[in-house]
């Protein structure tokens, strides 16, 4: 079984976090993933180049986690090194007054990748079905509803040439601590906190649940969830570069053939010395 | 003199592109610009993280020149390897009929980097001078106002927090021959090229002037041009890179202080084992 399908949510099945170890690596060593994953990158770079060439598929790397789990760094990690002029990130905040007004889905569909393109969400529509519902934000009619609508938009899009990558980076309770207190202890790092961080902490429990829910309800066929352990960063790293890789493999791209008359075109330049 | 002020058109002068030469490369060896660039990239991914982290000021780099002059070139070699999530590439093309309806800063406006960004413009609202006057797409009355209207938007950017950097990259007629040319002659290749390009060099003088004009007219204290010799990659890389780099370390990011009481954060985490 390949390192990806160790990962996969397998559509139809109930996810248990608590069964799976954030500080697990399944199949990779400490050292390979850390020599491993220069490669991988420049693969990506060299594969985004003709994606972006192409101009047929576009993918999108929809990055989840609690505060901590590791999001800002594996965009950093994984795709730097990767053009930025065809690598979008949207950082999902709390929703402004004015996309309150729209459908939850409205601004994220504005920041879906366009053909050619790699997106990147750090948090997104799952947003919704995590701190609305244990915030209670909404009733649960409401957010219940989110997980068919969330499968029905993504649909859209995967027939539309994106292909979704989704990861939920887990981490462990007491990463999270270390995390957090390494925040406080830094003053280079303290703007990094949030007293909101710890607020979201006391309520672990109902967040799991949340995770879960929407993990086992949205993992289909055409856009299944990853769980990546992520209690270690390099294992994190790796795991997210080589599904992003896996998956422009799969699109095979390439440049696209010449719509014009070579030979035309070489006599006319020639005439312009 | 340092190299980027070799390269800075100094404002209130006339550029004359005849007089710089495309192949130059002012102050270093290519051995020195090919070693040198990927410390220098490696310094810019640094401080954009604080400049990210500081949320205070953003930088906006220009990119403008003839078709394979090198903007994307210089877009993948000077910013892969900073974090994609902190820079945002802008590809300006024909304008949309929607874009026609609005002034041409429009959507140029909407592009400009909040604060903690780099935005690159790939082509820009000069090509509201190039092409617009070349083509005759507008009156002159119209694109001659527009050297005032752009001095006065980009006043307001800087004004507000926003450092650009304006690039020319200048190559000769000969290197263009060259470079559409072996874009002809490899398959992987001719995607790039199109016959208008084609259209474009055989008004190369129109261009000329046109790009003169733009660079001596808009070359301001707040906003300076630099005309960067391109016809060696290496120099042009090196000579982008530094100026990003040199304009990162004059704003001087540093990570904003903690604005909460630390001791209290840290009680309060300390509760929540």
């Known amino acids: 079984m390949s390192?990806?399908?160790?990962?996969?949510?397998?559509?139809?099945?109930?996810?248990?976090?608590?069964?799976?170890?954030?500080?697990?690596?399944?199949?990779?060593?400490?050292?390979?993933?850390?020599?491993?994953?220069?490669?991988?990158?420049?693969?990506?770079?060299?594969?985004?180049?003709?994606?972006?060439?192409?101009?047929?598929?576009?993918?999108?790397?929809?990055?989840?986690?609690?505060?901590?789990?590791?999001?800002?760094?594996?965009?950093?990690?994984?795709?730097?090194?990767?053009?930025?002029?065809?690598?979008?990130?949207?950082?999902?905040?709390?929703?402004?007054?004015?996309?309150?007004r729209h459908d939850f889905l409205w601004r994220i569909h504005a920041r879906t990748p366009g053909r050619g393109r790699i997106a990147v969400f750090n948090r997104s529509h799952y947003q919704d079905v995590f701190v609305v519902r244990v915030e209670s934000l909404a009733p649960e009619a409401v957010w219940r509803a989110r997980y068919r609508q969330i499968n029905d938009f993504e649909r859209l899009l995967t027939e539309s040439g994106v292909a979704l990558i989704k990861c939920f980076l887990h981490i462990s309770r007491e990463e999270q601590h270390e995390r957090l207190s390494a925040r406080l202890d830094d003053p280079e790092k303290q703007w990094k906190f949030s007293m909101g961080d710890l607020a979201t902490r006391a309520k672990w429990d109902a967040y799991r649940a949340a995770f879960e829910d929407a993990l086992s309800e949205c993992s289909t066929e055409h856009a299944p969830w990853h769980v990546i352990p992520a209690d270690r960063k390099w294992f994190r790293n790796y795991a997210v570069a080589s599904l992003v890789l896996e998956t422009l493999r799969s699109l095979d791209p390439h440049p696209p053939a010449a719509d014009f008359d070579v030979t035309e075109a070489r006599r006319a330049l020639d005439t312009l010395r």
């Open 3 to 100: 390192l990806t399908e160790q990962l996969l949510v397998r559509p139809g099945t109930r996810v248990d976090l608590r069964a799976i170890d954030a500080r697990s690596s399944p199949g990779i060593s400490e050292k390979d993933a850390r020599q491993g994953l220069a490669p991988l990158v420049e693969e990506i770079a060299r594969l985004q180049y003709r994606l972006w060439a192409e101009q047929r598929h576009a993918v999108l790397l929809v990055l989840e986690g609690t505060d901590t789990s590791g999001k800002d760094g594996t965009i950093r990690h994984v795709l730097s090194g990767v053009n930025p002029q065809g690598v979008l990130v949207t950082s999902f905040k709390v929703p402004t007054p004015i996309e309150l």
